[in-house]
């Protein structure tokens, strides 16, 4: 898609961060104090601890998000990840994962993990044919929703 730049965390992004995650947790779910500490403050929660925001733009229009936000030495969680209901399954968010994927292996680490719904079909499959697999057991409790767990393994441990 030769239209479609992937591009890193500016500030004047931000509140495209914060609208794309909302449409989608607010459709499904509720918004948790978790949500909120992230999505009105990327550069504190994320980009300050050595994290990444990356955001999909369509003919310059931010159209989908991701972050990677370094949770401990060289393990990554991919959060917040995001794309417009007009643009999904257009390979927007298979071009997040990559890129995501691409800086997580570029500062050497080990693993990506990521905190879903099983409900979220459409998602599943996208973060299975991605590489990641489901983890047996989630030791994450930050999210009510949060009922499924899975990873991708980059590296040793």
Known sequence: MDRLAIEPYHSK?????????????????????????????????????GGEVFFALLDGRV???????????????????????KYQRMGIGRSLIQRSIKLALDENAKEIFLI??????????LYLSSGFVLCPQNDDNRYERGNTKMNLILGEK
């Open 63 to 85: 159209v989908g998000t991701a972050a990677m936000v370094l949770t401990e030495t060289r393990v990554y969680e991919l959060a917040k990840m995001a794309v417009n209901k």
């Open 13 to 49: 992004y931000q509140s495209d961060f914060e609208i794309l995650n909302r449409e989608w947790i607010e459709e499904y779910f509720k918004m948790e104090q978790e949500d909120l500490n992230i999505l009105q403050n990327p550069e504190e929660y994320v980009i300050k601890k």
């Open 116 to 125: 879903t719904n099983d409900a979220l079909k459409p998602a599943l499959n």
